[in-house]
Every structure is written in structure tokens, then in C-alpha cells.
């Protein structure tokens, strides 16, 4: 059984930095197309940023320059570097594969406030 821990959100100012971690467990990402998501309230699950099992990655227009997706095959975990915050960035933020067919966790909450 997969399971998945996201971490590393909470309160940032706009304008600053945070790195989230996906924790994965019981299948290797080096296998799969990872991708982050994100859902904001009253939004739905948006995919925002992926990286493929060759390690190329996108990213959706609203985060593209500001986020950089990546992962450490090692330690079978996924990252996701987050600069230059804006506050339509606050969401829970989800890992998963691109299809998002494994169970999902509890996500990390990012605030941008100031």
C-alpha cells in the first residue's frame, strides 16, 4: 500500500520561501510521473508542477519561475521549492502521481499572509 506524507508548510510572508517534502511509501518514484497539487478553498485539486520519470518537469503559468519541482530518488522523496510567494498561493498542498491514482495524504497547508 502506498502511502504518502506531505510536510513543510505553514505561515509565510508574500514574497518569501518554502520547501515542501512528499515522504512516499510502499512504491519507488522513480517509476512514476510525480506531480504537485494544490486546492485552495471552494477551489478544485489543481496539478500545478510534475516531473517525469526522465526528471523533466512542468509547471502551470501561475507558478512557473517561482516554484522548482524536484526529487531525490535516494530517499524516495519529492520536493517542491516555493519563492516569491503570492497569497493566491495559499492552498493544501498534495503529492501524488499525475493521474493522482494512489491514495491520497493529508497534505501541508501553505498560508501567505502577512
Known amino acids: 500500500q502506498v502511502q504518502l506524507v506531505e510536510s513543510g508548510g505553514g505561515l509565510v510572508q508574500p514574497g518569501g520561501s518554502v520547501r515542501l517534502s512528499c515522504g512516499v511509501s510502499?512504491?519507488?518514484?522513480?517509476?512514476?510521473?510525480m506531480g504537485w497539487y494544490r486546492q485552495a478553498p471552494g477551489n478544485q485539486r489543481e496539478l500545478v508542477a510534475d516531473?517525469?520519470?526522465?526528471?523533466?518537469?512542468s509547471y502551470v503559468d501561475s507558478v512557473r519561475g517561482r516554484f522548482t519541482i524536484s526529487r531525490d530518488t535516494a530517499k524516495n522523496t519529492m520536493y517542491l521549492q516555493m519563492s516569491s510567494l503570492k497569497r493566491e498561493d495559499s492552498a493544501v498542498y498534495y503529492c501524488n502521481t499525475i493521474s493522482g491514482n494512489w491514495s491520497w495524504g493529508q497534505g501541508t497547508r501553505v498560508t501567505v499572509a502577512s
Open positions: 516531473i517525469r520519470i526522465g526528471g523533466d518537469t
Open positions: 510502499g512504491r519507488s518514484i522513480r517509476f512514476y510521473n
